[in-house]
């Protein structure tokens, strides 16, 4: 069924004074490997259907993913008796009014009707080069086409379809391994050739790290690191609902200087360079917005809820309606502005330090501060006297991620788009003055 | 259910699959939550569809589909069917799934009370009362609360005969209160961090006894602002359950699991320390240490009739007397190793695969009292309640925050702290317990939030736990 004709349905049967519905159609495939072989390979075709019912401020949310009929209007009956049921939220500002939406070109039919046979197929590359080079290739490809809607009653109407291709691979040594990741609208820009290329490079040039003392060093970052640290700093504060709590690392720091002036960070999740989507989940148009504008604290995302809260006006980024993943607004397209340098310049202007491939199973400590700690893994290496001198073990770091920003040095010149679950950031490597280690292990 | 799991089998026995199964699936969610006086979110969520998973000679394909009709059930096996034959262009090793599954029965999770059968009204009066006393304590900034029913109803039948009917109930709910001043962030919560959720009824949620706590969780919050930083040395740690339960899933669940120490999940979940030749040959712990993977514990989130293969719920020793003994095991896994599954393979839902994942696993009760066990402590800290946790990919090197903690001096518990962490490396660590605490102590936790695989699965997982106390710790790692 046509995103028209169930938005039709579900309005249609709704007694609610006000109803909103998002739907999200999705056929996904992933193949994945290990040990040089396809281990496991499957796909998916669904549709998620959420209906919010809004009864002055009352509010009820039904999600399911019966797209027939009936189905749908017992969806607008549980979303309608749950708002009867719920007492007002006096925050409540009602679902919005129709904003213009660009139209943006986001989707590839190559991408969308990629076969299992030609995923297998590239997957194969990184599989033989790999056991070429004596190593054990691990990883996963991923294609993915989905719908996107929303509409409401008071004349929301919006619709996109987008595409996305996805390559993860851990290349891995007896005592070693190198990480390499791409993304991308379009299956067919991935280089899976040069993709292989760097994951199996950082694996040989990692084998038999030493043990490295923890404490603080300068730190060259490949875009994966780089990419964490807007992840943890998005979920950590970027959120105005964060922001209105007094959690967030921007609370109290609006307009001061927070990072490098090198540094800025924006939401745009109109350009075409990320993956990017025109509207968010209430049908709103997606704003750009600096989050950090030339290391100056800039402003929180916004969605309609959070922004009547705020006085201002939405930025388009609400999540879709869910009663069990509360997050508030977020940006799910984060660009940091690049610089002009490349990771070989940052490795030369380093007497002494760490380049590091990226972090792992990060955590907040102190979400205020944005203390983060986590693993390095995939390859650490110590530099000396501006080159790559030997491999060390993985580090453990306990680091605020804001004040790691705070001392860029280098920024470089070549993004990387990269996707994980809610976020796609499209950054660049950077080079840091100062990053604490607190750990190390074996 | 039957005539389409059926239909699935036969179309894919009859293109020569080695073994195929199917799974379907309908899950009902239903939350309510309270932030502030105000209710957050009310909703409800369902989900039904099936996937099909074939063998063909040494190859897997998985196919699912939210569409439950004939015609869809042959597209989406016939789909099975060409990705199992597109993983045979990079094939593997053998695939050896041991002796025939045929397990037939029905499974429903004992329960008091169906969470269902609990009016929106009645769940959101019992989060209302808690967020109003919450509220009452001045310093406060934040106050939340929520309860979750679920229900899986899950058929599972594969081309060997097994034909599996189960019910599955979960009930979760928690508190929490959020303290800020100036630049500092403190939060308590009840009972635990991560939701309170069991395999269990509304009665789950009755006991967890939400409003009595609610005053003491809001002036812990409001006093850990003002309390003393955790101080950074090597001290006795005594970690309390909950923060224990957290503890045993990351350095013991995880690197037990067999898929990660053969390299299934390296390159997103990690791999394990937790080698092959480490089996029956390794000493994980101090003697008393007892780790055991059970899915047949009453409440345990990890508690089932049978695993997605098939497999009957079993109780199996990971850990014994300190020597690492026995792994989390699927099948083919299992079979690799001359070893019979112990049950441990589940899907997050219809449309993924069933993997390798913690069932419940518990840390065996010891003989001490928690009294006795801070008296016997000269100088040390005692915490609960997690805030942030870590560990690298080998499940090695981890770092735990927790939400209090309390000084232990001379052999009693002293003044409040705040930002506890602690960080260790995983056998060390347990080689250092030497005290457990005894069964009345003990109490099966769960931890609804464990992911892993690609594409993501989310699960729900137990945790049976009484304080422990650990030497020479590492503690205050960031102040």
């Known amino acids: 069924m046509k995103f028209k004709e169930i938005a039709d349905i579900v309005l249609k049967a709704s007694p609610a004074e006000q109803t909103e519905v998002v739907v999200n159609y999705q056929d996904a495939s992933l193949t994945r490997f290990a040990n040089n072989t396809i281990h496991q390979n499957v796909t998916e075709r669904n549709v998620q259907i959420g209906v919010r019912a809004v009864i002055g401020k009352r509010v009820g949310i039904a999600n399911g993913n019966d797209a027939r009929q009936e189905g749908l209007e017992q969806l607008v009956r549980t979303a309608y008796d749950l708002a009867k049921l719920s007492p007002e939220n006096p925050e409540f500002p009602g679902l919005p009014s129709p904003k213009p939406v660009i139209s943006i070109n986001a989707f590839d039919q190559r991408t969308a009707e990629c076969s299992p046979r030609d995923r297998a197929e590239r997957v194969g590359v990184v599989c033989r080069k790999a056991h070429s080079a004596g190593l054990m290739g691990a990883g996963s490809m991923r294609t993915v086409w989905s719908g996107w809607g929303v509409a409401n009653s008071n004349g929301v109407f919006a619709e996109c379809r987008t595409s996305m291709a996805d390559i993860t691979t851990v290349i891995m040594g007896e005592n070693s391994s190198g990480w390499a990741q791409q993304s991308a609208n379009r299956i067919d820009d991935i280089d899976i050739e040069s993709i292989a290329d760097e994951a199996v490079r950082k694996a040989r040039i990692g084998a038999n790290p030493v043990d490295y003392q923890p404490g603080e060093y300068s730190v060259v970052l490949d875009s994966y690191a780089t990419a964490n640290i807007l992840a943890m700093l998005a979920l950590d504060g970027m959120s105005a609902m964060s922001f209105q709590e007094e959690r967030s690392w921007l609370y109290g720091r609006i307009g001061q200087q927070v990072m490098a002036e090198s540094v800025t960070i924006a939401d745009d999740g109109l350009d075409a360079s990320g993956l990017p989507l025109p509207f968010d989940f209430e049908g709103m148009p997606k704003k750009r917005v600096a989050i950090v504008d030339r290391g100056v604290a800039e402003s929180p995302v916004y969605d309609t809820l959070t922004a009547g809260r705020g006085k201002v006006e939405t930025t388009g980024h609400a999540m879709p309606p869910s009663a069990s993943e509360r997050y508030g607004p977020l940006p799910m397209n984060l660009f940091l502005k690049t610089g002009a340098s490349s990771v070989d310049d940052m490795i030369r202007s380093t007497k002494t330090g760490l380049y590091i491939t990226r972090f792992w199973y990060t955590r907040p400590v102190h979400p205020r501060d944005a203390v983060i700690t986590g693993m390095t893994r995939d390859g650490t290496y110590v530099i000396r006297d501006g080159e790559i001198a030997y491999p060390v073990k993985s580090l453990r770091f306990t680091q605020s991620y804001v004040e790691a920003l705070k001392n860029v040095e280098l920024i470089g010149s070549t993004p990387r788009l990269q996707w994980e679950e809610f976020f796609t950031f499209s950054v660049p490597a950077i080079k840091i003055g100062q990053f604490r280690f607190t750990g190390s292990t074996r | ?479």
């Open chain 2, 1 to 479: 259910m039957k005539d389409l799991a059926s239909r699935a089998l036969n179309f894919a026995a009859m293109r020569g699959v080695r073994y195929a199964d199917i799974r379907i699936v309908e899950s009902r969610e239903q939350v309510a939550c309270v932030k502030n006086g105000n209710v957050d979110a009310v909703g409800d969520a369902q989900t039904e569809g099936f996937g099909v998973r074939v063998l063909i000679d040494n190859s897997w394909g998985f196919a699912s589909s939210a569409t439950l009709e004939a015609d869809e059930i042959d597209r989406v096996t016939e789909l099975a069917l060409a990705i199992a034959r597109a993983s045979a262009l990079v094939p593997g090793e053998r695939v050896d799934l041991g002796s025939p599954v045929t397990s037939n029965g029905k499974y429903t999770t004992p329960i008091e009370i169906d969470p269902f059968s609990i009016s929106m009204e009645e769940k959101l009066s019992l989060l209302f009362k808690a967020d109003e006393i919450i509220r009452r304590k001045k310093g406060v900034k934040v106050s939340e609360g929520n309860v979750l029913s679920a229900r899986h109803n899950k058929t599972f039948a594969n081309t060997e005969g097994a034909f599996l009917e189960q019910t599955l109930f979960e009930t979760g709910g928690s508190i929490a209160a959020t303290a800020v001043a100036d630049e500092e962030i403190q939060i308590r919560s009840h009972p635990n961090s991560f939701r309170y959720q069991g395999s269990a009824g509304w009665e789950y949620i009755r006991k967890a006894d939400l409003a009595g706590n609610a005053e003491r969780i809001a002036d812990e919050a409001v006093a850990l602002l003002s309390a003393e930083k955790c101080p950074s040395k090597e001290t006795s740690l005594i970690l309390g359950s909950s923060q224990l339960a957290l503890q045993i899933h990351e350095s013991c669940g995880h690197p037990t699991e067999l898929d990660r120490v053969f390299g299934t999940e390296a390159a997103y979940a990690g791999r394990s320390f937790l080698t092959v030749d480490k089996r029956n040959n390794f000493r994980y712990g101090s003697e008393i240490v007892n780790l055991t993977a059970e899915s047949v514990r009453a409440t345990g989130l990890g508690t089932f009739g049978w695993d997605d293969e098939g497999i009957p719920a079993s109780s199996t020793p990971l850990v014994r007397n300190g020597e690492f003994v026995g792994y989390l095991m699927s099948r083919e896994a299992a079979s690799k190793l001359g070893l019979v599954s112990n049950g441990c393979m589940r899907a997050s839902s219809w449309n993924r695969i069933p993997l390798i994942r913690m069932t419940n696993i518990s840390l065996e009760a010891g003989d001490w009292t928690l009294d006795d066990m801070i008296a016997d402590t000269d100088d040390g800290i005692f915490i609960d309640t997690n805030r942030s946790w870590s560990i690298d990919d080998m499940r090695l090197n981890f770092q735990f925050g927790t939400e209090i903690g309390w000084e232990i001096k001379n052999g009693k518990r002293g003044r409040m702290l705040k930002n506890c962490t602690y960080a260790g490396i995983t056998p060390d660590f347990w080689k250092s317990c030497d005290a457990i605490a005894n069964r009345d102590h003990w109490i099966m936790w769960g931890t609804p939030n464990c992911g892993k695989g690609e594409p993501g699965q989310t699960i729900g997982t137990g945790h049976g736990a009484a304080p422990a106390r650990f030497r020479n710790v590492k503690v205050g790692v960031f102040r």
